[in-house]
Structures are given as C-alpha cells and as structure tokens.
C-alpha cells in the first residue's frame, strides 16, 4: 500500500474513533468484488437549509433554486436541488464504509432524470457492474459502481458510474 494511501487510512480511521463510528473499515481485493452485489444506503430529507448552504459553497444563486415565485411558473412548479448538491449528498450517503484497498478514479455518465424539491427524501443504491484489469497500473483493476440516487416514489434523481481503483491479491504477495 503506498504513503498517500495509508495516511489517508489512518486519518479516516482517526476520525471514525472519535465520531464512535464502528465497522468502518471492509478490506476487500479487486477478486473479492461480484458483479450484481448490491448495497442501499439510509434515507436523508432534502431541506430548504440544503439549498441556501450550497448555493452559499458554490456561488449558484441561479432562481430555479432560490427563487419560489419564480418557479412557481416554471415546469417544475417549485425550486429543484441543485445537481452538484443532488451529486454530493447523493454519493456521500455511500461513504458507510472505507476500503484501504480501493480508491476513486473518477465518476462517469453522471445524469439528473428527475428533480429533487425541498423534502424529498432520497436514499442510494450501489450495484457492482463492470470489472477488468487496469491495463496502466499493474496491480490494480477498475470497479464500477453504478450509482443510483433515488427519491420516496422510487424515480432515480441521480446516475453516475463511480469507477473505483483496487489492489489486486496478486499485488500483495
């Protein structure tokens, strides 16, 4: 495992001890994974304070979020959530647990089919789907999670492929 690996571990670890956090930590080889594995997240209600807060962090005061008169004639009929904030919240009910043999490449194929307003509650289901070697780092193969971010009528209000980097058995021996 490299240095920026395992600092960034023992750092997680750290702050697992002191929120009291327990089972953190699932260990698990590129062979380990099973495409069609399946994990949903706990549920967490979109607020107004959502809204304001990451309009704050990312400068969108665009009116399809902030302003209600002004949506009130649109499609939608009511603010929708920003997708940043749809993505950020979305993926961060996932963070239950930490691998110290994977890491995010990146994320692929991300849409926002459907909007999410001030109190729905959305919730994330991860399915394991594509697996292969990665053919520039010897060691390592490529997961994708595919990433669905859904609300309380079951409708997908966020998709994206989180593609994962992960050590190999064969690496470690």
Same mark, same amino acid.
């Given at each position: 495992?490299?240095?920026?690996?395992? $600092?960034?571990?023992?750092?997680?670890?750290?702050?697992?001890? %002191?929120?009291?956090?327990? +089972?953190?930590e $699932?260990?698990?080889?590129?062979?380990e994974?099973?495409?069609?594995?399946?994990?949903?997240?706990?549920?967490?209600?979109?607020?107004?304070?959502?809204?304001?807060?990451?309009?704050?962090?990312? +400068?969108?005061?665009? !009116?399809h979020?902030?302003? &209600? =008169?002004?949506?009130?004639?649109s499609?939608f009929?009511?603010?929708?959530?920003h997708?940043?904030?749809?993505?950020a919240?979305?993926?961060? %009910?996932? &963070?239950?647990?930490?691998?110290?043999?994977a890491?995010?490449?990146?994320?692929? #194929? %991300? #849409?926002?089919?459907?909007p999410?307003?001030? +109190?729905?509650? /959305?919730?994330?289901?991860?399915? /394991?789907?594509?697996?292969? !070697?990665? !053919? $520039?780092?010897?060691?390592y193969? $490529?997961?994708?999670?595919?990433?669905?971010t859904?609300?309380?009528?079951?409708?997908?209000?966020?998709?994206?492929?989180?593609?994962? %980097?992960?050590?190999?058995? =064969?690496?470690?021996?």
């Open positions: 495992m490299s240095f920026y690996m395992s $600092k960034y571990f023992v750092y997680i670890k750290y702050i697992a001890i %002191l929120k009291g956090w327990h +089972g953190m $699932k260990e698990q080889f590129f062979e994974y099973s495409t069609g594995d399946r994990r949903k997240t706990a549920g967490r209600t979109i607020t107004e304070t959502d809204f304001v807060v990451h309009a704050g962090h990312t +400068g969108d005061f665009f !009116p979020h902030m302003d &209600a =008169e002004f949506c009130a004639a499609p009929g009511q603010r929708i959530a997708g940043t904030m749809t993505f919240i979305g993926v961060g %009910l996932t &963070a239950t647990q930490i691998n110290p043999r890491f995010t490449y990146g994320y692929e #194929r %991300l #849409r926002f089919p459907t999410v307003h001030i +109190g729905d509650t /959305i919730h994330t289901v991860v399915t /394991i789907g594509e697996m292969t !070697p990665d !053919p $520039k780092r010897k060691g193969g $490529k997961v994708v999670e595919i990433t669905e859904k609300k309380q009528d079951s409708s997908t209000v966020m998709y994206c492929e989180h593609v994962l %980097l992960v050590e190999m058995k =064969e690496a470690t021996s």
